[in-house]
C-alpha cells in the first residue's frame, strides 16, 4: 500500500494521551496491556537476574537472606500475577478475538477497558508494596509465615493481587460472551480458530477460578490485619486449607499461562508448514479437557503436607490423566508438519521451540505426579525447573512466537527477520542452559529459596546463571528490533506470511471497526492451500 | 424506531444480538460470584463440621429473630424486584420507577438491621481479634464469629453495590432510557439483585439456625 | 559430603525404590522426548518447502486410529507410572511396628530432636544403620519440612498436629538434612546432618554424650511427672473415674464420642484432649476438662502424649516383660 494513500487505522484514527486512556478499541486496550506488561516483564526480570547472581556462589554474599527470599518472591508475584496470566489472552486475545471471529469488537469494551484499570491499580499496590520494602512469603503466600511470621508487606502485595483478580475475571466474562454472541455468520464453533478455542478455555478457568484465589487471598489479609484466625492453628484454625483453596486456583492458573500459548502454536505452525491443522476436533476438545481436569488436580501439590494417603492417590491419578491432553496435542502438531510445506520464520522457530521445551516440561510434570517420586522431588529445584520449562519455555516462547507472528498485524510493520531467528535461538539454547541443570541440582536435594548452599551445588549453578545470562540476551535483542522498527521496518501489507484466519483478511493495522464490512465465513479453519490473496 | 437503534452499541448488529451478549454476561458473572462464596462456604462447612459444639455454641449468640426479619425483608424485595422488571417488560415507567425504589428502600432496611446487629456485636466483644471475649466458650468459637462477619460482611458489600445499580436504574428509567423494547438493564439488575438474596437465603440457616435447639 | 556429583548418595531402604521408579520414567520420558524430537526434526527437514509451488497433496486431516493409538497409549504408561510411584508411597506412609521413635520439633531455624531415651540434639541427629526410625514430628511456629535427600524422605512439620516420616538407613554416613519448606530469613540455614552410625558406636554415642545439657529424662519420664504436676491424674486414674476415663490402655484403641461418632485414639487426638477438651468428649462423660493450651510447649506435649501411649493395662504388661524375658533366655 503506498505511504500517500494511508488508509485510516486504529493507530491513527484519533490521537493524544486522552484518546488511548478513554479508548474502547479492543486493539488499542490490547496495546496498552503490551507497554504495562511489558515494564512488569522487565521487573521481574530484574528480579531475576539478581537472584541468579546471588546463586553464583554458595555463600550469600551479594544480598542479605531477606533481600534474596523478597526478591523470590517478588520476582514470581510480578512474572504470574502480573505478566503471565495477562501476556497472551490480555494482549494477543484482546486484539486478535474479535478479528479472527469477524466482530467489531468485544461483546462489552467499556468493561474491557475497565480491566486494564483494574489491572494498573493492582499493580500500583504490588509496585507499592515493592517500593515500601517488599514482601518476602514466597508467591506462594503459606500460612500461618504470612498471616503471622512475616514482618514485610503482606497486605499491601494481598490487596495488589486481589484487585488484579478482577481484571482477569473480567477479561474472562468478555471473551466467554463474545466467543458466544458476536461470531460472524457462517463462523460455526468447529470453524474457529484453536487460538479461540484455546481462549475460550482459558477464560473458563479465569471465571472459575479467580474468584476462588480472590476470597481466599481476601481472608489472609482479614486475618493479617486482624488476626480474625481462619487459618491460626491456635484459634482451631487449618493453616492447610489455605493450601487447598490457593491450589484451587494456581493449579488452573498453570493452564490460563500455557494454553494460549498452545493456541498460539496451532496458528503458527498451520501458516509455515501450509498444512491444516491434523485432528483440530481433538486439539479443541483437549484444550477443554485440561481446563476441567486442570481444576481436580490442585492437591498434587501437597503431598508431604499430611494429605490422606487415599486423597494423594486421587490427585495424582487425576494428575496423571490431564497429561494426556497435553500429549494428544504435541501428537498433533507433529503430524500437522506431515507433507507441508514449511518454512522457518522467526515465529515458526519459537512455535518449534515451543513443543521441545513444552515436551520436557510437561514429561518432568509425569515424575510430580508419581507419588513416591514426589516426595523427593517436591520444593527442590527439579519444581523450579519443571515449572519454568512450562511456563517459561512454554508460556513465554508461545508470546514471543505470537508478537512476532501478529506484529505485522498489529504495528503494521515488519521486523528485521535475521535478529529474530537469532533471538530464537539464543532463548532456546540459554533456556536449556539455565533450567536443564536444575533438574539434576534438585534430584540431588537442593531445595528451593535457599539464598544459601552447600558447596557441591556450585557447579551447576554457575551454568545455570551463564545460561541466564545468554536467555537475557536473547530478550533484549526483540525489544531493540521490534522498537526499531515501528519507525524502520518495512511497511507490512494485509497478510504478509500468506495465513489463514479472518485476521489476515482486513488491513495491517486494522480500522477501528476491523472489517470494512462484517466477514462471511465459508470455509474450515485452516483452509490451506489459500485459494487467492484477498482483502475485505 | 430511532430511539431504539440508539441503545444498540456499535460493535452489536442488532438489538438481539446485544440482549443475548448482555444477559449471557450477568449469568457468567454470576457464576464467578458463586465461586467467590464458595470458598467461603467451604471454609465454613469444613470447620462446623470440624468443630460441631463450638459452632453451635457461638451460634447462639446471634440474634435470630433479626435474621429472620431480615430474611422477610429481602424475600419482599425480591417480589418487588420482580414488579419492576415485569413493569419495565409491559414499558410502565411508573411501575418500574415504583417497583426499583421499593426495593431500594428494602435493601436499606436490611442493611440498617445488619449494622444494628454488627453494633452490638461489638458491644458484646464478638468482633474478632484482640478484644473477642466469650466467657467459657472454647477458642474456635472466634472462628464462627471470623467467618460470620467474613460472609455476612462480604454479602453487604454485595447488597451496598446492588442498591447504586438499583438507584443508577432508577435515574435511567426517569430519563425514559427504557421502554417495552429495551429494558434489559433493569433485567439484568433484577438478576444480580435476585442472586444477592440467594445467597442470603443459605447463609441465614447456616448461621443463625443451625445447631439451634 | 561436599563433593561434586550429578546423582545423589542412596543410604536408606527407600532411596533404591524411588530411583528404580526414577530411572523407569527417564527411560520413558528420553524415548518420547526425542520421538517427538525427531519427528520434528525428520518432518522439517523432508516436507521443507522447495518452491513456491503449494502442496498439492490430499490433506490428510485426521485418522481416528491415530488419535485414539496416541491417548491410550500414552495414558496407559501413565497408569504404569502411578501404580508404580503409589506403592512407593504407601511403603513411605507405613513404619514398621519395631521403628524406634525420634521426636522432632521444628521452629524458625532449627530442627530440636529427642531421642526415646532422653538424649537431645539439635541441628543433628544420630542414629544407627539397620534400625528402622519412625519419626514424630511438629512445629511451633510456620511450617517446615524435614527433608532428608540421601534417603529420599520429606514430610511437612506443620504446627498444630503431628506428621510422621520413617526410614532405615543403609549406609554409615553423614548425610544433609534441610528444610524443604520456605520459612523465613534463615530458611537456607534451617539445615542439619543426619550421622548414620555402626549400632555399637550408636550406643556408645547415646550413653556418651558430651555435656549434662544434651543429657535429659526421657520423654516418657517428663510426660509422667506432667501428668501429675498438672493435676491429670486426679481425674484420669487407672481404674477411671467419674470425672474422666481412664487413660490406660486406650492408645490405638476406637472410642464412642458423647456426639455418637467414634474416633480412633492417635498422637493427634491426644493432642487435641489437652488443648480443647470440649471438640471430642469420649460417651458418658461430661465436659469439666479445663484446656491445657499456652500451659505446655510443643516438646511437653510430646512427652506427655509419649506417656499416655505407654500406659498400658497390668497384666499386658507383665506378659510382655515375660515375653521380653523368655527371647531374653533364648538368645542366651
Same mark, same amino acid.
Given at each position: 500500500?503506498?505511504?500517500?494513500?494511508?488508509?485510516?487505522?486504529?493507530?491513527?484514527?484519533?490521537?493524544?494521551?486522552?484518546?488511548?486512556?478513554?479508548?474502547?478499541?479492543?486493539?488499542?486496550?490490547?496495546?496498552?496491556?503490551?507497554?504495562?506488561?511489558?515494564?512488569?516483564?522487565?521487573?521481574?526480570?530484574?528480579?531475576?537476574?539478581?537472584?541468579?547472581?546471588?546463586?553464583?556462589?554458595?555463600?550469600?554474599?551479594?544480598?542479605?537472606?531477606?533481600?534474596?527470599?523478597?526478591?523470590?518472591?517478588?520476582?514470581?508475584?510480578?512474572?504470574?500475577?502480573?505478566?503471565?496470566?495477562?501476556?497472551?489472552?490480555?494482549?494477543?486475545?484482546?486484539?486478535?478475538?474479535?478479528?479472527?471471529?469477524?466482530?467489531?469488537?468485544?461483546?462489552?469494551?467499556?468493561?474491557?477497558?475497565?480491566?486494564?484499570?483494574?489491572?494498573?491499580?493492582?499493580?500500583?499496590?504490588?509496585?507499592?508494596?515493592?517500593?515500601?520494602?517488599?514482601?518476602?512469603?514466597?508467591?506462594?503466600?503459606?500460612?500461618?509465615?504470612?498471616?503471622?511470621?512475616?514482618?514485610?508487606?503482606?497486605?499491601?502485595?494481598?490487596?495488589?493481587?486481589?484487585?488484579?483478580?478482577?481484571?482477569?475475571?473480567?477479561?474472562?466474562?468478555?471473551?466467554?460472551?463474545?466467543?458466544?454472541?458476536?461470531?460472524?455468520?457462517?463462523?460455526?464453533?468447529?470453524?474457529?480458530?484453536?487460538?479461540?478455542?484455546?481462549?475460550?478455555?482459558?477464560?473458563?478457568?479465569?471465571?472459575?477460578?479467580?474468584?476462588?484465589?480472590?476470597?481466599?487471598?481476601?481472608?489472609?489479609?482479614?486475618?493479617?490485619?486482624?488476626?480474625?484466625?481462619?487459618?491460626?492453628?491456635?484459634?482451631?484454625?487449618?493453616?492447610?486449607?489455605?493450601?487447598?483453596?490457593?491450589?484451587?486456583?494456581?493449579?488452573?492458573?498453570?493452564?490460563?499461562?500455557?494454553?494460549?500459548?498452545?493456541?498460539?502454536?496451532?496458528?503458527?505452525?498451520?501458516?509455515?508448514?501450509?498444512?491444516?491443522?491434523?485432528?483440530?476436533?481433538?486439539?479443541?476438545?483437549?484444550?477443554?479437557?485440561?481446563?476441567?481436569?486442570?481444576?481436580?488436580?490442585?492437591?498434587?501439590?501437597?503431598?508431604?503436607?499430611?494429605?490422606?494417603?487415599?486423597?494423594?492417590?486421587?490427585?495424582?491419578?487425576?494428575?496423571?490423566?490431564?497429561?494426556?491432553?497435553?500429549?494428544?496435542?504435541?501428537?498433533?502438531?507433529?503430524?500437522?508438519?506431515?507433507?507441508?510445506?514449511?518454512?522457518?520464520?522467526?515465529?515458526?522457530?519459537?512455535?518449534?521451540?515451543?513443543?521441545?521445551?513444552?515436551?520436557?516440561?510437561?514429561?518432568?510434570?509425569?515424575?510430580?505426579?508419581?507419588?513416591?517420586?514426589?516426595?523427593?522431588?517436591?520444593?527442590?529445584?527439579?519444581?523450579?525447573?519443571?515449572?519454568?520449562?512450562?511456563?517459561?519455555?512454554?508460556?513465554?516462547?508461545?508470546?514471543?512466537?505470537?508478537?512476532?507472528?501478529?506484529?505485522?498485524?498489529?504495528?503494521?510493520?515488519?521486523?528485521?527477520?535475521?535478529?529474530?531467528?537469532?533471538?530464537?535461538?539464543?532463548?532456546?539454547?540459554?533456556?536449556?542452559?539455565?533450567?536443564?541443570?536444575?533438574?539434576?541440582?534438585?534430584?540431588?536435594?537442593?531445595?528451593?529459596?535457599?539464598?544459601?548452599?552447600?558447596?557441591?551445588?556450585?557447579?551447576?549453578?554457575?551454568?545455570?546463571?551463564?545460561?541466564?545470562?545468554?536467555?537475557?540476551?536473547?530478550?533484549?535483542?526483540?525489544?531493540?528490533?521490534?522498537?526499531?522498527?515501528?519507525?524502520?521496518?518495512?511497511?507490512?501489507?494485509?497478510?504478509?506470511?500468506?495465513?489463514?484466519?479472518?485476521?489476515?483478511?482486513?488491513?495491517?493495522?486494522?480500522?477501528?471497526?476491523?472489517?470494512?464490512?462484517?466477514?462471511?465465513?465459508?470455509?474450515?479453519?485452516?483452509?490451506?492451500?489459500?485459494?487467492?490473496?484477498?482483502?475485505? | 424506531?430511532?430511539?431504539?437503534?440508539?441503545?444498540?452499541? =456499535?460493535?452489536?448488529?442488532?438489538?438481539? /444480538? /446485544?440482549?443475548?451478549?448482555?444477559?449471557?454476561?450477568?449469568?457468567?458473572?454470576?457464576?464467578?460470584?458463586?465461586?467467590?462464596?464458595?470458598?467461603?462456604?467451604?471454609?465454613?462447612?469444613?470447620?462446623?463440621?470440624?468443630?460441631?459444639? +463450638?459452632?453451635?455454641?457461638?451460634? =447462639?449468640?446471634?440474634? +435470630?429473630?433479626?435474621?429472620?426479619?431480615?430474611?422477610?425483608?429481602?424475600?419482599?424485595?425480591?417480589?418487588?424486584?420482580?414488579? +419492576?422488571?415485569?413493569?419495565?417488560?409491559?414499558?410502565?415507567?411508573?411501575?418500574?420507577?415504583?417497583?426499583?425504589?421499593?426495593?431500594?428502600?428494602?435493601?436499606?432496611?436490611?442493611?440498617?438491621?445488619?449494622?444494628?446487629?454488627?453494633?452490638?456485636?461489638?458491644?458484646?466483644?464478638?468482633?474478632?481479634?484482640?478484644?473477642?471475649?466469650?466467657?467459657?466458650?472454647?477458642? /474456635?468459637?472466634?472462628?464462627?464469629?471470623?467467618?460470620?462477619?467474613?460472609?455476612?460482611?462480604?454479602?453487604?458489600?454485595?447488597?451496598?453495590?446492588?442498591?447504586?445499580?438499583? +438507584?443508577?436504574?432508577?435515574?435511567?428509567?426517569?430519563?425514559?432510557?427504557?421502554?417495552?423494547?429495551? =429494558?434489559?438493564?433493569?433485567?439484568?439488575?433484577?438478576?444480580?439483585?435476585?442472586?444477592?438474596?440467594?445467597?442470603?437465603?443459605?447463609?441465614?440457616?447456616?448461621?443463625?439456625?443451625?445447631?439451634?435447639? | 559430603?561436599?563433593?561434586?556429583?550429578?546423582?545423589?548418595?542412596?543410604?536408606?531402604?527407600?532411596?533404591?525404590?524411588?530411583?528404580?521408579?526414577?530411572?523407569?520414567?527417564?527411560?520413558?520420558?528420553?524415548?518420547?522426548?526425542?520421538?517427538?524430537?525427531?519427528?520434528?526434526?525428520?518432518?522439517?527437514?523432508?516436507?521443507?518447502?522447495?518452491?513456491?509451488?503449494?502442496?498439492?497433496?490430499?490433506?490428510?486431516?485426521?485418522?481416528?486410529?491415530?488419535?485414539?493409538?496416541?491417548?491410550?497409549?500414552?495414558?496407559?504408561?501413565?497408569?504404569?507410572?502411578?501404580?508404580?510411584?503409589?506403592?512407593?508411597?504407601?511403603?513411605?506412609?507405613?513404619?514398621?511396628?519395631?521403628?524406634?521413635?525420634?521426636?522432632?520439633?521444628?521452629?524458625?531455624?532449627?530442627?530440636?530432636?529427642?531421642?526415646?531415651?532422653?538424649?537431645?540434639?539439635?541441628?543433628?541427629?544420630?542414629?544407627?544403620?539397620?534400625?528402622?526410625?519412625?519419626?514424630?514430628?511438629?512445629?511451633?511456629?510456620?511450617?517446615?519440612?524435614?527433608?532428608?535427600?540421601?534417603?529420599?524422605?520429606?514430610?511437612?512439620?506443620?504446627?498444630?498436629?503431628?506428621?510422621?516420616?520413617?526410614?532405615?538407613?543403609?549406609?554409615?554416613?553423614?548425610?544433609?538434612?534441610?528444610?524443604?519448606?520456605?520459612?523465613?530469613?534463615?530458611?537456607?540455614?534451617?539445615?542439619?546432618?543426619?550421622?548414620?552410625?555402626?549400632?555399637?558406636?550408636?550406643?556408645?554415642?547415646?550413653?556418651?554424650?558430651?555435656?549434662?545439657?544434651?543429657?535429659?529424662?526421657?520423654?516418657?519420664?517428663?510426660?509422667?511427672?506432667?501428668?501429675?504436676?498438672?493435676?491429670?491424674?486426679?481425674?484420669?486414674?487407672?481404674?477411671?473415674?467419674?470425672?474422666?476415663?481412664?487413660?490406660?490402655?486406650?492408645?490405638?484403641?476406637?472410642?464412642?464420642?458423647?456426639?455418637?461418632?467414634?474416633?480412633?485414639?492417635?498422637?493427634?487426638?491426644?493432642?487435641?484432649?489437652?488443648?480443647?477438651?470440649?471438640?471430642?468428649?469420649?460417651?458418658?462423660?461430661?465436659?469439666?476438662?479445663?484446656?491445657?493450651?499456652?500451659?505446655?510447649?510443643?516438646?511437653?506435649?510430646?512427652?506427655?502424649?509419649?506417656?499416655?501411649?505407654?500406659?498400658?493395662?497390668?497384666?499386658?504388661?507383665?506378659?510382655?516383660?515375660?515375653?521380653?524375658?523368655?527371647?531374653?533366655?533364648?538368645?542366651?
Amino acid at each position: 500500500m503506498d505511504r500517500a494513500e494511508k488508509a485510516v487505522d486504529y493507530l491513527n484514527a484519533d490521537y493524544g494521551v486522552r484518546s488511548w486512556l478513554l479508548t474502547r478499541d479492543h486493539k488499542r486496550i490490547a496495546i496498552l496491556y503490551l507497554l504495562s506488561i511489558t515494564v512488569m516483564f522487565m521487573l521481574g526480570s530484574v528480579f531475576a537476574v539478581l537472584i541468579r547472581l546471588e546463586l553464583l556462589t554458595p555463600a550469600g554474599d551479594v544480598v542479605q537472606a531477606d533481600t534474596y527470599n523478597k526478591l523470590f518472591t517478588m520476582h514470581g508475584i510480578v512474572m504470574i500475577f502480573f505478566f503471565l496470566v495477562p501476556s497472551i489472552p490480555a494482549v494477543l486475545g484482546n486484539f486478535l478475538l474479535p478479528l479472527m471471529i469477524g466482530a467489531r469488537d468485544l461483546a462489552f469494551p467499556r468493561l474491557n477497558l475497565l480491566s486494564w484499570y483494574v489491572y494498573m491499580v493492582g499493580a500500583a499496590f504490588t509496585l507499592w508494596a515493592v517500593i515500601t520494602g517488599g514482601v518476602d512469603t514466597g508467591w506462594t503466600f503459606y500460612t500461618p509465615y504470612s498471616t503471622t511470621a512475616s514482618h514485610t508487606n503482606v497486605l499491601a502485595t494481598a490487596v495488589g493481587i486481589f484487585i488484579t483478580g478482577f481484571s482477569s475475571i473480567l477479561t474472562g466474562v468478555n471473551f466467554i460472551v463474545t466467543i458466544h454472541t458476536m461470531r460472524a455468520p457462517g463462523m460455526t464453533w468447529f470453524r474457529l480458530p484453536l487460538f479461540v478455542w484455546a481462549h475460550y478455555a482459558t477464560s473458563l478457568i479465569m471465571i472459575l477460578g479467580t474468584p476462588v484465589i480472590a476470597i481466599t487471598i481476601l481472608m489472609l489479609g482479614l486475618e493479617r490485619a486482624f488476626g480474625i484466625g481462619i487459618f491460626d492453628p491456635a484459634l482451631g484454625g487449618d493453616p492447610i486449607l489455605f493450601q487447598h483453596l490457593f491450589w484451587f486456583y494456581s493449579h488452573p492458573a498453570v493452564y490460563i499461562m500455557i494454553l494460549p500459548s498452545m493456541g498460539v502454536v496451532s496458528e503458527i505452525i498451520t501458516c509455515f508448514a501450509r498444512r491444516r491443522i491434523f485432528g483440530y476436533s481433538f486439539i479443541a476438545a483437549s484444550s477443554l479437557a485440561i481446563a476441567v481436569f486442570g481444576f481436580l488436580v490442585w492437591g498434587h501439590h501437597m503431598f508431604t503436607s499430611t494429605q490422606s494417603v487415599y486423597a494423594a492417590m486421587v490427585f495424582s491419578v487425576l494428575s496423571f490423566a490431564v497429561a494426556v491432553p497435553s500429549a494428544v496435542k504435541v501428537f498433533n502438531w507433529t503430524a500437522t508438519l506431515y507433507r507441508g510445506s514449511i518454512t522457518f520464520e522467526a515465529p515458526m522457530l519459537f512455535a518449534l521451540g515451543f513443543i521441545g521445551l513444552f515436551t520436557i516440561g510437561g514429561l518432568t510434570g509425569l515424575f510430580l505426579a508419581a507419588l513416591g517420586l514426589d516426595v523427593h522431588v517436591h520444593d527442590t529445584y527439579f519444581v523450579v525447573a519443571h515449572f519454568h520449562y512450562i511456563m517459561v519455555g512454554g508460556a513465554l516462547m508461545g508470546y514471543l512466537g505470537a508478537i512476532h507472528f501478529w506484529w505485522p498485524k498489529m504495528t503494521g510493520r515488519m521486523y528485521p527477520e535475521a535478529p529474530a531467528r537469532i533471538s530464537a535461538a539464543l532463548v532456546f539454547v540459554g533456556f536449556n542452559l539455565t533450567f536443564f541443570p536444575q533438574f539434576i541440582l534438585g534430584y540431588l536435594g537442593m531445595p528451593r529459596r535457599y539464598h544459601a548452599y552447600p558447596e557441591e551445588f556450585q557447579v551447576l549453578n554457575v551454568m545455570s546463571t551463564t545460561g541466564a545470562s545468554i536467555l537475557g540476551v536473547g530478550y533484549l535483542v526483540p525489544l531493540c528490533y521490534l522498537i526499531w522498527s515501528l519507525w524502520r521496518g518495512r511497511v507490512a501489507e494485509a497478510n504478509p506470511w500468506g495465513a489463514a484466519g479472518l485476521e489476515w483478511r482486513t488491513n495491517s493495522p486494522p480500522p477501528t471497526e476491523n472489517f470494512a464490512a462484517t466477514p462471511i465465513v465459508e470455509e474450515e479453519a485452516y483452509a490451506y492451500p489459500l485459494k487467492e490473496p484477498e482483502v475485505v | 424506531m430511532s430511539s431504539r437503534t440508539s441503545t444498540v452499541a =456499535h460493535q452489536f448488529d442488532d438489538a438481539e /444480538q /446485544q440482549r443475548n451478549a448482555s444477559t449471557l454476561g450477568i449469568w457468567v458473572f454470576l457464576v464467578t460470584e458463586i465461586m467467590m462464596f464458595g470458598g467461603l462456604f467451604t471454609a465454613y462447612v469444613l470447620y462446623r463440621s470440624s468443630y460441631p459444639e +463450638a459452632f453451635a455454641a457461638a451460634s =447462639h449468640h446471634l440474634n +435470630a429473630t433479626l435474621g429472620a426479619a431480615n430474611t422477610i425483608v429481602l424475600l419482599s424485595s425480591s417480589l418487588s424486584m420482580a414488579l +419492576a422488571v415485569r413493569a419495565s417488560q409491559v414499558g410502565s415507567r411508573w411501575g418500574t420507577v415504583a417497583g426499583l425504589v421499593v426495593t431500594i428502600v428494602l435493601g436499606c432496611i436490611f442493611l440498617g438491621v445488619k449494622g444494628y446487629e454488627y453494633a452490638s456485636k461489638f458491644e458484646e466483644n464478638l468482633v474478632p481479634g484482640p478484644f473477642f471475649d466469650l466467657p467459657g466458650a472454647e477458642p /474456635q468459637s472466634e472462628l464462627f464469629f471470623s467467618l460470620y462477619f467474613a460472609m455476612t460482611g462480604l454479602h453487604a458489600v454485595h447488597m451496598v453495590i446492588g442498591v447504586g445499580v438499583l +438507584a443508577t436504574l432508577v435515574v435511567m428509567a426517569l430519563r425514559r432510557r427504557f421502554d417495552a423494547d429495551y =429494558h434489559n438493564p433493569v433485567e439484568i439488575g433484577g438478576l444480580y439483585w435476585h442472586f444477592v438474596d440467594i445467597v442470603w437465603i443459605y447463609l441465614f440457616p447456616l448461621l443463625y439456625l443451625l445447631g439451634r435447639h | 559430603m561436599a563433593k561434586f556429583s550429578l546423582f545423589p548418595e542412596s543410604a536408606s531402604t527407600i532411596a533404591g525404590q524411588v530411583d528404580g521408579l526414577f530411572f523407569f520414567m527417564i527411560a520413558v520420558s528420553t524415548f518420547f522426548g526425542l520421538l517427538v524430537a525427531g519427528l520434528v526434526v525428520f518432518l522439517s527437514i523432508r516436507y521443507r518447502r522447495r518452491s513456491d509451488a503449494v502442496a498439492t497433496d490430499p490433506p490428510l486431516l485426521n485418522s481416528l486410529r491415530l488419535e485414539v493409538a496416541w491417548t491410550i497409549i500414552p495414558f496407559l504408561i501413565s497408569m504404569v507410572m502411578f501404580y508404580w510411584g503409589a506403592s512407593v508411597y504407601v511403603t513411605m506412609a507405613r513404619p514398621p511396628d519395631d521403628a524406634e521413635e525420634i521426636f522432632v520439633v521444628g521452629k524458625q531455624w532449627m530442627w530440636k530432636l529427642q531421642h526415646i531415651e532422653g538424649r537431645r540434639e539439635i541441628n543433628e541427629l544420630h542414629v544407627p544403620v539397620g534400625q528402622p526410625i519412625k519419626l514424630t514430628m511438629t512445629s511451633e511456629d510456620v511450617i517446615h519440612s524435614f527433608y532428608v535427600p540421601a534417603f529420599r524422605i520429606k514430610a511437612d512439620v506443620v504446627p498444630g498436629r503431628y506428621n510422621t516420616l520413617w526410614f532405615e538407613a543403609t549406609k554409615v554416613g553423614t548425610y544433609h538434612l534441610f528444610c524443604a519448606e520456605y520459612c523465613g530469613t534463615e530458611h537456607s540455614k534451617m539445615i542439619g546432618s543426619v550421622y548414620v552410625m555402626e549400632p555399637s558406636d550408636f550406643q556408645e554415642w547415646l550413653s556418651g554424650g558430651s555435656g549434662s545439657a544434651a543429657r535429659s529424662a526421657a520423654p516418657v519420664e517428663v510426660g509422667r511427672t506432667l501428668f501429675a504436676e498438672k493435676g491429670c491424674v486426679t481425674c484420669h486414674k487407672a481404674e477411671g473415674s467419674m470425672m474422666g476415663p481412664s487413660l490406660v490402655g486406650i492408645f490405638g484403641s476406637e472410642r464412642e464420642l458423647a456426639a455418637g461418632t467414634r474416633v480412633v485414639v492417635d498422637e493427634d487426638y491426644l493432642r487435641e484432649s489437652v488443648l480443647n477438651p470440649q471438640a471430642k468428649i469420649v460417651a458418658g462423660y461430661q465436659p469439666v476438662m479445663p484446656t491445657f493450651a499456652g500451659q505446655l510447649d510443643e516438646e511437653e506435649l510430646l512427652a506427655l502424649v509419649q506417656y499416655i501411649k505407654s500406659l498400658e493395662p497390668v497384666d499386658a504388661r507383665d506378659e510382655s516383660a515375660e515375653a521380653h524375658a523368655g527371647q531374653g533366655e533364648g538368645n542366651g
